[in-house]
């Protein structure tokens, strides 16, 4: 994993980060270094996250799992952290054969279920609670769509939840593989648990070539210039601090696509409170060349753009062509265009004085986004060591969850504020 | 469609806008909405565009497209404008059989091309030019891919191109149907036209009736009070002016998240300029509430959030249980539960002080697609006007697409000035 700062400093961009502010910064890096590691020492709530690459056990997991190893199908039924971790692992792998089901819109919950042959199909229902509403909404609807099959669905079921509350519960009932979310570990922090690795698992990946990959970032030292992980941390903060109040985080690779949703979890919930925080917003490379560049270049100098991309892809070759204009493109490959692109769109932005963070690591592979995901989480904990905020909680959504639970259910306080909205209608 | 702009008021949130700046503000409306409908009598450049449903010939596209009309698959190669429209209105008819090729990724094409039957499959190639590389380069790519499953390209391809360029001369020489981009039309604005419809049309939805819906949008008086259109371009406009830099498109419909894509790339081309616009981001309701609401509730005053609903879904029962602490969710619908999070998460960040718009189209269905693309077309269209900048043209991409030309051809001064990138790597 390599992170390259060059084109967020000073002298080459607006917003950017000086050499000089960068040392002095890196004095409190390391004072935030010390917090960190004595919270991983202690297994101190959030910190324990930094943790998973050494305290999950992925035997565990695939033994655990053994009973619907079978199964050509996933279908990962959760929502945000515990859905999203799972999701960027299978895509990073290419498997298109673990499937999520992360809201709860009707028509979709239909189309996944007529899709999917349940026989073939195992589920992994993961909440922490055993109650998040969404989740456990779809996984009646599963629950009872595996029996209008013919389908047990008490061979199917994968449980991932906390030590009470009506998954364990139902779990201990039917004596269904039952996997711990880990202890101390916020959602969003959750990947390289059973949460984030189940679903892989079940579909034969080897997980513990992920863990690998997390465990190669887990080694931080107490320099942002020497740990890539506290570089882009540390530098994201500083741009937010000077103005980048946007983080467009842009992967050039389809594959990578879920993994910057992840990223918009992960900086959002982590860093978005007492009115801090930088927006995390998702692009792809090179689509999104033709719809959000203009803006990432011509618009407010208020966007960090994150440049990632793999240095090694299979490749795809561009047949050969007569016609002049289109010349060029003959007997290159689909990924060396791919390569031009992010190449030409770097430089696009440091021509035009935009700030961007380069992210380059070996290949999408199990490890690889092992270590992705590591590095992208320990960046997330400094980032939130500097702005000086907690960084493990996300108090702000709760008001909403008790909202709409007294919408549906026997009504409450804040249910019944929904009904004063003020009203301004055009139409 | 109905716009309530109730939330985004100064009474009600911060930043908000107060209704005597928004009385001053129509007269602003008023003048621009003349501007508007000067270049529509005219078909100027751009403004041609909020012209299509009238003058775009649904009948003429059905007959061009009928000689694959036999196809049980539609793969649109194009990118940026020439893919997110077709891409949108594909989503929201919930045909999955539509699908685009949009990114020069090898492992993604390969995948796609893979799982395609091609014999039942037609192609629609999208681009003015008939130069872009990474449409060109798939083109070629799928070309070749045809050949090899021993299917004639030639009975599968639809071009839609300008009046000349290599893919006018293809479609010439080897007499393909073919389609014309139309003229005075950006790429974003083109959703209601050959470009957007032409997919849709060779899978016998009814296109007309889609055009119908932006007809129904097209009749636009000159006040914000009075046009949707205008009361969701001038609140995003005047709070973007006051603070919130990101607008957050947050549809709740999972048939939708195709359309905060197209959205984003509208937003962002035609308003990303001249150190202005509003930074675009996508969110999915319910999902993102997990992932995105934290931030929006509790970060910095930044942010408006644009919440779109259907009134109207088909809904699917949730299973009664007899577990005690989910019993609230027993004889509800997905749907239902869908909509509670809606007016929970609206009330939320009203209760936190944070704007909000609020869109409600009737269903997510033909006309409400068609409706929903031209109100934003022509609020975009507003909003440029109120900033006072060019909404119609991309000149910051242009660097970009010569830079990644020269790095895959001949070279050129921009490929040239890639290679002077500063760097500070860590790893």
Tied chains: 1, 2.
Aim: hydrophobic content about 40%; some cysteine.
């Amino acid at each position: 994993m390599k992170i390259d700062i060059g084109n967020a400093l000073a002298s080459e961009a607006s917003p950017g980060v000086s050499r000089e502010a960068l040392d002095r910064l890196d004095e409190r890096v390391a004072r935030a270094h010390e917090r960190i590691e004595r919270g991983r020492r202690d297994d101190e709530f959030g910190y324990a996250a930094l943790n998973l690459p050494e305290t999950t056990d992925p035997d565990e997991i695939t033994e655990t799992v053994a009973p619907v190893n079978d199964a050509a199908y996933v279908l990962v039924v959760g929502i945000g952290g515990s859905a999203l971790g799972a999701a960027t692992i299978a895509e990073a792998l290419g498997d298109s054969r673990i499937l999520t089901l992360d809201n709860v819109d009707p028509d979709h919950v239909s189309e996944v279920l007529s899709l999917l042959p349940l026989s073939e199909t195992a589920v992994t229902v993961v909440s922490r609670s055993g109650t998040t509403a969404e989740t456990l909404a779809n996984f009646l609807v599963v629950r009872e769509a595996f029996t209008e099959a013919g389908v047990d669905w008490t061979e199917r079921v994968v449980t991932i939840t906390g030590d009470s509350g009506p998954l364990r519960e139902l779990a201990d009932r039917h004596d269904l593989p039952a996997l711990a979310v880990p202890e101390g570990v916020p959602g969003r922090f959750s990947a390289l648990s059973s949460v984030g690795l189940a679903p892989a698992a079940i579909r034969g990946h080897d997980i513990g070539a992920i863990l690998d990959g997390g465990k190669r970032a887990a080694d931080c030292s107490p320099s942002l210039f020497e740990t890539p992980a506290y570089a882009y941390g540390a530098v994201a903060y500083a741009l937010d601090t000077r103005g980048a109040a946007i983080n467009a985080m842009m992967p050039y690779a389809e594959s990578l696509e879920s993994f910057a949703e992840w990223f918009a979890q992960l900086w959002s919930e982590s860093l978005g409170k007492d009115g801090l925080g930088q927006l995390p917003t998702r692009a792809l490379g090179a689509t999104d060349q033709h719809s959000q560049l203009q803006r990432y270049r011509a618009g407010p100098r208020n966007t960090l753009v994150t440049l990632v991309r793999p240095r090694e892809r299979p490749d795809l070759r561009v047949p050969e062509t007569d016609h002049d204009d289109l010349a060029y493109l003959g007997d290159t490959g689909l990924g060396e265009l791919l390569d031009a692109e992010f190449a030409a769109t770097e430089a696009s932005l440091a021509e035009a004085g935009r700030p961007s963070i380069r992210i380059e690591l070996d290949r999408v592979d199990e490890a690889g986004i092992g270590e992705l995901l590591y590095t992208m989480e320990a960046a997330c904990v400094l980032a939130g060591e500097l702005y000086g905020i907690e960084t493990f909680t996300q108090p702000a959504v709760e008001w909403g969850k008790r909202a709409a639970r007294g919408l549906i259910g026997e009504g409450n306080d804040e249910s019944e504020s929904v009904a004063e909205k003020t009203r301004l209608v055009v139409d």
